[in-house]
């Protein structure tokens, strides 16, 4: 299992160039928790030939050189295929081992380029993931209640890719509904699709925090009044009809009409409701979703951004896929994704179950996976969340979580800080999870129950996937799906000071990029990155820009946009000449190297010189073979700083130099001296 181009080109190497030692596939990398330990094996192990091309003998035989590595035509297509895999699965590891937000980019980033969910990769997806990293670290502050969904949204596609690899119910129910048997395929078809679902869910988020902003202001004003907003002015959304305006009509009878439809034939028919009634009544609900013009059902007290999530994913869809000029033209899984987004939220738990007069949650057997998956992942995923509101920002969440498979089912394990272990006991979130019972706002009391897990069968049937797990609520639960632990929190890697509310990596990476490549404009820079580079290459540059922090604060220095009382640097030629820090460029520079040797090894690469001068140009000089060395991944400079030639060294202290210009010019950002 693995990596089938890899260890072929490993052979092809061998008889091509001699050499016996090429193509090192890296172990996995390291995970703390099960969960993140499943999650890599999955896209290792189940994922071979993901988006390989077997069309033609020469790209079957790997003797094709479509590839572009880091130049066009350099290795072959199906070769960087599964480099473009190594490069998803680094990134996970990346992002287990710190939970940053821009590690989470890096996700987002590998999903987007490799699947293409809009016609093309990142640059067309880029701008709904930046406003809503964005959008939230500045305006939610304002928030009585609001944690963070872009992190978020990247643990929950993980737990859903290690639940349909171990839980073979889940997994099956899928690769029945897709008409998948068991294997690569359906693994593929599954990450492709879980990823388009559950990455983008909360897409639509900045919606609802406006609407969020004015009701927490009012009610700030009034706190006698904090239980009943209904007397708060609140917002809501005009001039929907020209926003739900598509090429194939309205969008909110399409969803209408998409959702009956893949309920109609399970979950409807245990209601007794017609599915013309359904999907009318359904109609008008959408209608009403960002209006509110019926204040008498006090809808307008929430603003479902699933609603709005739904609406974007399905209009930038639209926009970027010209060939579906008709509803049946839809792909019907692009369509359950985005079916699954506009239902996670409230959508379904609320305003489809008053209607269809029932509080029967989605069974797996209902026939939607996806959505199935995506309500369960999303409840699951409360740890590990920045604190943005006012009230949250003061609460005791988890810091950790673990998924443990068993023979009846699976076992959910969150992790509470033991330096807060008084607070801990008392906060209502460890309370929830515990399996003592609780009471109900109405007085209602469950006896050996807990309130998380009977909460998530509201909306789905724990059962299916639980099968020890008791649904009556009047009745005690002894499957104790749940376990809550208070362990020492151990500090994570890759968090530094340096600091700003949305750090534009994507086009840090660009300029840096564009430098070596001698580009000059904006447009340069994009054809120099887009069209040149590989998955591997472009997160390389991606890593090159976030790895400015880190460089930062080993000199004792910081970036931030916000107004600190330090002393700022606006020259580093004259700050290495102040006693102390005559070393300081040198340090970056050893700090550069290391972390593109680290970058490298984990990507497989290994130390070799075989390329060197191997080509000989018609004047009898000697030239580096690049073709050779990204095709053997043998690279001379994998050694100690300190044997690098002069050039080289030099390479590892110019970008640094770069990203003082880029950072203000781009972000507004300021350096500045913790000394």
């Keep these: 299992m693995g990596y089938q181009a890899l260890r072929t080109m490993r052979a092809l190497n061998n008889a091509q160039y001699g050499t016996t030692d090429s193509v090192c596939i ?28 077997n069309s033609t003998e020469e790209r079957r035989n790997l003797t094709d050189s479509d590839g572009r590595s880091a130049g066009k035509n350099q290795v072959p297509y199906n070769m960087e295929r599964d480099l473009d895999r190594l490069s998803f699965e680094a990134a996970v590891g990346r992002f287990l081992a710190s939970g940053a937000k821009e590690d989470a980019f890096d996700i987002y980033y590998c999903y987007c380029e490799i699947f293409k969910p809009f016609g093309a990769g990142y640059d067309s997806t880029g701008l709904l993931l930046e406003l809503l990293s964005e959008h939230e670290s500045n305006a939610s502050s304002l928030l009585m209640k609001h944690r963070d969904h872009y992190s978020h949204s990247v643990y929950v596609f993980l737990i859903g890719l290690v639940v349909y690899k171990n839980h073979a119910v889940f997994r099956s129910a899928y690769n029945a509904k897709y008409g998948f048997l068991d294997g690569k395929e359906a693994a593929c078809h599954f990450l492709e699709f879980w990823g388009l679902a559950s990455l983008f869910h909360d897409i639509g988020y900045p919606f609802e925090i406006a609407h969020q902003q004015m009701k927490s ?7 006698s009044n904090n239980d009943a907003y209904g007397f708060a002015p609140y917002v809501s959304y005009r001039n929907m009809d020209e926003f739900v305006v598509s090429r194939l009509g309205n969008l909110n ?5 998409a959702i009956i439809e893949r309920l109609s034939e399970s979950y409807l028919n245990r209601t007794e409701v017609e599915p013309y009634y359904a999907e009318h009544q359904l109609q008008k609900a959408l209608k009403d979703r960002a209006i509110h013009e019926n204040p008498a059902e006090k809808d307008y007290l929430f603003m479902d951004h699933a609603y709005f999530s739904g609406l974007i994913m399905a209009k930038t869809y639209l926009n970027r896929n010209k060939e579906a000029t008709r509803y049946d033209k839809l792909p019907q899984v692009v369509m359950d994704a985005f079916c699954a987004i506009m239902l996670h939220n409230s959508l379904f738990k609320f305003t489809m179950r ?20 995506l309500m369960l992942c999303d409840e699951l995923q409360c740890w590990d969340r920045t604190s943005y509101g006012q009230n949250s920002r003061s609460g005791i969440y988890a810091y950790d979580f673990d998924l443990v498979f068993e023979a009846d089912g699976m076992h959910w394990v969150y992790y509470y800080d033991q330096c807060y ?8 979130s460890y309370q929830d999870m515990l399996h003592n019972g609780y009471t109900k706002k109405s007085g209602a009391v469950r006896q050996g129950r807990s309130k998380f897990v009977d909460d998530i069968d509201e909306i789905i049937f724990v059962k299916d996937l639980v099968p020890a797990f008791e649904p009556k609520v009047k009745e005690p639960d002894p499957s104790e799906i749940i376990e809550v632990r208070i362990e020492k929190k151990s500090k994570k890697t890759g968090l530094y000071l340096s600091d700003s509310n949305y750090l534009n990596l994507y086009r840090f990476a660009l ?19 887009e069209e040149n580079l590989s998955l591997e290459y472009k997160l390389s540059n991606i890593a090159q820009a976030k790895g400015f922090a880190a460089q930062l604060e080993s000199i004792g220095c910081f970036y931030t946009d916000r107004a600190v009382d330090y002393i700022p640097v606006t020259d580093f030629q004259a700050l290495t000449k102040e006693d102390g820090h005559e070393n300081d460029l040198l340090k970056i520079a050893i700090a550069e190297h290391e972390r593109w040797c680290v970058e490298k090894r984990a990507m497989g690469w290994k130390y070799g010189t075989a390329h060197e001068g191997a080509i000989t ?31 080289e060294r030099f390479k590892d202290i110019d970008p640094m130099m770069h990203m003082l210009d880029l950072i203000r010019e781009y972000d507004g950002l300021t350096i500045y001296r913790t000394e």
Excluded: W
């Excluded at 202001?217 to 706190?223: A, E, S």
């Design 26 to 53: 890296p172990n996995l990398p390291q995970a703390k928790r099960n969960y993140g330990k499943e999650a890599l094996a999955f896209i290792r192990d189940c994922c071979e030939d993901l988006k390989f091309d």
């Design 421 to 428: 272990e008084e607070k801990v006991l008392k906060a209502k």
């Design 354 to 373: 008053s209607f269809l007069h029932t509080q029967e949650p989605l069974h797996l057997t209902d026939g939607q996976p996806l959505c199935y998956l």
């Design 217 to 223: 202001y009012v009610c700030k004003l009034d706190k």
């Design 511 to 529: 300029a840096l990029n564009g430098r070596y490549a001698g580009a000059n404009t904006e447009d340069e820079m994009k054809i120099a990155f």
């Design 617 to 647: 140009l018609s004047d009898g000089t000697k030239k580096n073979d690049s073709i050779m060395r990204e095709r053997t991944r043998l690279h001379h400079d994998l050694i100690d700083y300190s044997r690098l030639d002069a050039v």
């Design 253 to 257: 009878d399409l969803f209408a009409k």
